[in-house]
């Protein structure tokens, strides 16, 4: 029988809270970060709405070494900050070679991209920061954590777009289990918020020009938001040893990819993905209460959920509770899942289904109960958060009660 990896410390900020307590409230409440963007220079796209964090809280990170940092990376470490601080655990010599972080990122260094393409091709500049190798790499703000809170252990960063998260709490599941160590901190951050890549999604034609209204009928499309989100895992025997509160427990991962189309999703990769999930975590589908779907608020991939989750839930399906949490702090990209993370263990905890925002109108082709509007007092015992990106990379998670 394999060991149990638990959850012992949450951590997070996006638009929707500078911690992750103010982010579930914000979510229990319905509340939508989204809205117009600020900077003048993205005022000029024609797609300006998005989630932002309107001011970062106060860290007390040293500036020798937030300079060396881009946005992506400096919140990945506060995020990091307060889940370690809310697990209760202490770094010190004889636990630091047992303690690691793996951090998921999508865009990598945008803002850092951005000012020095700038100031070489518009400012004529002769050079770059002198950081901005360090800054960019998808695997800083792995880097940074480590050396921010002093972790030794495993350290590395992973990148598969919008399921960077899940594929980030996978790996780290398997540190623990493989013995490489006690205590892992992963999750997922993104600051997609810049002028480049908005332009480049706004190519894509699928960025919504009013909100995110996830399995709505009159659904546009995807909104984009910056956050990170990170959570403390240990093994269940390391946890009770030190006295730690159990949140809940990581029970299972499913990975699959769909080998068919770099941007059009297929049924078959997210219905294998959930199976795979499910029997990791020994899970029957009727084991599970509520489920934090990908839910972009494309037309076409909030369908093809659908269908894979009836597809794999069976009859089970129409007495799931399904919200996409998008619908208020946007799509992160590679910290969506992390954040969503923070939902699927606060309902469990707390036994109350986040509520799908913005949503309108019913659509046949999305006809699960996806708890429009309003949150929902429910008993969680499981809930599954799924990830789904670019690339047919898959990537679920499944957590439950303790």
């Not at 995020?79 to 630091?96: C, V």
């Not at 020009?209 to 996830?214: E, S, V």
């Not at 990170?230 to 025997?237: F, N």
Request: aromatic share 4%.
């Amino acid at each position: 029988m394999r060991q149990r990896i638990v959850v012992t410390g949450l951590g997070g900020l996006c638009g929707l809270g500078n911690d992750a307590p103010s982010i579930w409230r914000s979510m229990r409440e319905g509340r939508s970060a989204i809205g117009p963007l600020d900077s003048p220079l993205l005022k000029t796209l024609k797609v300006s709405i998005g989630s932002e964090i309107k001011q970062l809280p106060e860290h007390g990170i040293d500036r020798r070494r937030t300079v060396s940092m881009d946005r992506f990376s400096l919140l990945a470490v506060i995020a990091a900050r307060e889940a370690l601080a809310h697990s209760g655990m202490q770094i010190d010599e004889g636990n630091t070679y047992r303690v690691g972080t793996i951090v998921g990122v999508g865009v990598f260094g945008a803002d850092t991209t951005e000012e020095n393409y700038r100031r070489i091709l518009v400012e004529g500049k002769s050079r770059t920061d002198i950081f901005t190798v360090p800054k960019i790499m998808p695997g800083a703000a792995a880097g940074q954590v480590s050396m921010n809170l002093g972790l030794r252990g495993p350290t590395f960063g992973v990148t598969s777009a919008c399921s960077s998260s899940n594929h980030a709490f996978a790996s780290a599941m398997d540190q623990l289990l493989l013995g490489r160590a006690d205590v892992m901190l992963a999750g997922g951050t993104e600051s997609p918020m810049s002028w480049g890549v908005l332009k480049s999604w706004e190519a894509l034609r699928i960025l919504s020009p009013d909100t995110c209204r996830p399995f709505s009928a009159d659904r546009q499309g995807v909104v984009m938001g910056e956050g990170a989100g990170i959570v403390v895992l240990e093994t269940y025997e390391h946890a009770m040893a030190r006295g730690a509160t159990i949140l809940a427990e990581l029970a299972g991962v499913g990975l699959s990819a769909d080998a068919s189309d770099i941007v059009a999703p297929t049924v078959e990769g997210p219905s294998a993905a959930m199976s795979a999930c499910l029997a990791d975590a020994r899970l029957n589908p009727e084991d599970v209460d509520y489920l934090n779907a990908h839910g972009t608020g494309t037309k076409a991939n909030d369908q093809i959920e659908t269908v894979a989750i009836k597809r794999v839930f069976g009859a089970h399906a129409a007495k799931l509770s399904i919200s996409s949490t998008k619908s208020m702090h946007a799509h992160c990209l590679g910290a969506s899942g992390a954040i969503e993370m923070i939902a699927c263990v606060m309902a469990i905890r707390e036994g109350v289904v986040p509520p799908t925002a913005n949503y309108r109108v019913p659509d046949p082709d999305c006809d699960l109960d996806v708890t429009p509007n309003v949150a929902r007092e429910r008993k969680v015992r499981a809930a599954v958060s799924n990830g789904f990106a670019f690339g047919g990379t898959n990537a679920v998670v499944a957590f439950k009660s303790v």
